[in-house]
């Protein structure tokens, strides 16, 4: 059993939780650096919040996250960082993410100018990759989450 699945185990058999694995991954575009920056936001209690492209879900074949699941953030190592639970799931046009959302990402000074301008960024790198083109009022998932353990305290909650 690895560290990620031991963490989970732990997790739910104090919380009386379904074994089941969720969703393990990191922040960001893949890089250790991203990972690592982003993940430490989560584990500061910074960062509450974050939106992906929702055609990224669509070619990925992937679902949606709901409220009340669970995910499991990595660090840049891909080793545990923490167990986080959405609270709020919203799907919006880019440019009608609020300044309050683009705050809860945590990111650089935390203003919607500097989110929109990041997020601009990425998601034009990330939709290249599929050969879409970034426009402002793509769709985005904006999910907001807690923190309910970091890895490697002793209680879980």
Same mark, same amino acid.
């Given at each position: ?17 379904? !074994? ?6 990191? *922040?960001? +575009?893949? @890089?250790? @650096?991203?990972? /690592? ?50 609270? +709020? ?11 309050? *959302?683009? &705050?809860?990402?945590?990111?650089? /000074?935390? !203003? ?10 990425? &998601? ?12 402002? /009022? ?6 907001? &989450?807690?923190?309910? /353990? ?8």
């Amino acid at each position: 059993m690895n560290s990620i699945e031991k963490y989970w185990k732990d997790f739910a058999q104090i919380n009386n939780l379904p !074994s089941t694995l969720p969703e393990a991954w990191m *922040f960001g +575009d893949g @890089s250790e @650096s991203m990972g /690592d920056e982003l993940g430490a936001l989560v584990v500061n209690g910074i960062k509450t919040g974050t939106c992906s492209a929702e055609c990224v879900y669509e070619l990925e074949g992937e679902e949606l996250q709901k409220v009340g699941q669970y995910d499991i953030v990595l660090d840049g190592r891909e080793n545990p960082l923490a167990i986080i639970q959405y609270t +709020d799931i919203e799907v919006l046009p880019m440019n009608e993410v609020s300044e309050a *959302f683009a &705050f809860s990402e945590g990111e650089g /000074d935390r !203003s919607y100018e500097y989110w929109y301008r990041e997020h601009e960024k990425f &998601f034009t790198w990330e939709l290249g990759l599929y050969d879409l083109p970034f426009t402002p /009022d793509m769709l985005v998932v904006c999910q907001t &989450f807690k923190v309910v /353990d970091i890895y490697g305290n002793k209680q879980n909650s």
